[in-house]
């Protein structure tokens, strides 16, 4: 169902918006904690461990309960009315692309639009697109989920008038260099590995056992999840990293804070202060998050479509005229 299949012509680009946008918004409300958890680990200075000095966090279940008990249990959902909206924005958008992406491959190419390199070099362009459409709204996101006690911006409105008004309107694009280098592969794995799972399976179970579909898509979802964020990790670090740069101030209550030039002075600076391991920190609720995140995106997405190939269907036309 993901992609142009033109033996299956069921979802309008329409649809696959909306579809996309409905699996966006399901999928934020679950895995918001991890979101926030991962951003708080990403922006720590200190080595994720009890033994260093002046680190706030050391591991996942310590975070959790340090944040519960100076933040209460809305901490886990900061920020989480701009990551709505960057879910449903960008989930729309990239199926939309893909869908129309892949289509265009079958119409106007000899490739066929369900090949694993044709689902990459598709998946990695649409997520370009979305995030270009989606950034200041993640960086809104990322604003909000990093701030501490006392707040720095009171509600969304207040968010984006200061920022506008004290850094200019290039803050909403901070860090856009990384996250278009990191999103290509990494989207272009997650639609490529969906495929290459979805057709292993296919080999492995019998035709006849193919029942829990739905169970399908979720794991094979997950799966590549975990594959493409293990491989674009570090991207994703140092787009956290450049997206809260003059926002130090707020960020106080957390550890040490640093400020880069650009990209390659904030690569310099982690490799000389932290080390590699400087490039994996939140790696381990990352994947959590890219298991759950990616598995219920996939799965929810083939939901919406084949919900939607239901009502179109034949059969179903039929009752409602009964």
């Given amino acids: 169902m993901v992609g142009y299949d033109p033996e299956a012509k069921c979802v309008s680009t329409a649809e696959a918006a909306a579809a996309g946008s409905a699996s966006g918004f399901a999928t934020r409300v679950l895995v918001s904690p991890l979101d926030v958890i991962k951003i708080r ?8 461990s009890s033994r260093s000095p002046g680190a706030k966090y050391h591991g996942i279940l310590q975070a959790v309960q340090r944040i519960f008990q100076e933040e209460g249990l809305r ?3 900061k920020g989480h009315v701009p990551a709505q909206f960057l879910s449903v924005g960008y989930g729309a958008v990239q199926f939309m692309a893909f ?5 265009l491959v079958h119409d106007v190419t000899s490739y066929d639009a369900r090949d694993s390199f044709v689902h990459f070099v598709c998946g990695g362009l649409a997520a370009c697109t979305a995030t270009v459409a989606v950034q200041p ?3 809104l996101r990322t604003r909000f989920a990093a701030q501490g006690e006392p707040k720095i911006y009171r509600n969304l409105r207040h968010a ?14 901070r860090g856009l260099t990384p996250t278009i280098i990191a999103i290509f592969p990494y989207a272009g794995l997650q639609f490529s590995f969906y495929n290459i799972l979805q057709h292993f399976s ?11 579909g739905n169970v399908k898509n979720l794991v094979c979802g997950s799966c590549a999840g975990i594959i493409s964020k293990t491989l674009t990790y570090p991207f994703d ?13 707020a960020r106080a209550a957390f550890g040490q804070v640093r400020m880069y030039r650009g990209l390659l002075d904030c690569v310099r600076q982690i490799m000389r202060e932290e080390g590699p391991g400087g490039f994996f920190k939140g790696l381990s609720p990352s994947l959590l998050k890219a298991a759950v995140s990616t598995g219920l995106i996939f799965f929810w997405y083939e939901l919406f479509c084949s919900l939607l190939c239901a009502l179109k269907s034949p059969d179903s036309t039929a009752r409602k005229e009964g």
Avoid: C, N
């Avoid at 984006?160 to 309107?169: N, R």
């Fill in 137 to 139: 709204v993640d960086t």
């Fill in 99 to 103: 869908e129309s992406l892949t289509k």
């Fill in 202 to 212: 296919e080999w492995v179970i019998p035709a006849e056992g193919k029942k829990g």
């Fill in 41 to 48: 680990f990403q922006l720590q200075i200190e080595q994720l």
């Fill in 160 to 173: 984006v008038v200061t920022m506008y008004q004290t850094e200019g309107p290039r803050t909403f694009y």
């Fill in 237 to 249: 670090l140092f787009k956290k990293r450049l997206q809260v740069g003059g926002f130090e101030h």
């Fill in 75 to 77: 901490a886990f959902w």
